[in-house]
């Protein structure tokens, strides 16, 4: 007999979350790949006895745009079209990401255009992450969001684990900068995939 139960991956079945959620893997891979990245450039800008300050100083300069920006990021996800928001958002952290890289490959010297930049492209998540959140129930019928909420989870999970880890290899072999570079192109994944929704 048949089982009735859907497929765990149902939801990617509907094709404009399926671009979303395959753009979003990447990025987000990209996205901790970079995080990784920045921990370990600071480390190596500051005099060892600083380093347990400056570390921390990446996470506070992460966390405070979002504090700031987090109820505008909201109410712009709830008055203004959500892809275009998620488009712009996206970019905005793209573009941190490129500036990194070029400053890194000139040879970046000081941490603090490490903590503006890291704090600029927090603030941009801080607009693009409830934009996504709005957007994806529109993507799928109403008995498949739940499901579309789980394979998301799952995709977050999957690149806080690759992420990091290319990024240590990436280090090891191409140096810092590849990094910012790679995690900007792994930006216009989700762009292209924004687009083509």
Known sequence: MASDRPSPFVALQHRNFRLL??????SFAGSMMQTAAILWHVSLLVPAG???????????VRLLPIVFFSIAG???ADAWDRRRVMLCAQTAMGATAVVLA???????DDAWAIYALAAIG????????PARSALIPTLVPREHLSNAISLNAIM????????????GLVIAMLGVGWVYALNALTFVCVIVALLMM
């Open 102 to 108: 070029v400053l890194t490959f000139r040879g970046l």
């Open 74 to 76: 909201g109410a712009v």
């Open 156 to 167: 977050f999970q999957i690149a806080s684990v690759i992420g990091p880890a290319v990024g």
């Open 122 to 129: 927090s603030a941009a998540g801080a607009f693009d992450n």
């Open 21 to 26: 959620w395959a753009g979003q893997l990447i």
């Open 50 to 60: 600083q380093r347990a300050i400056a570390l921390g100083m990446v996470g506070l």
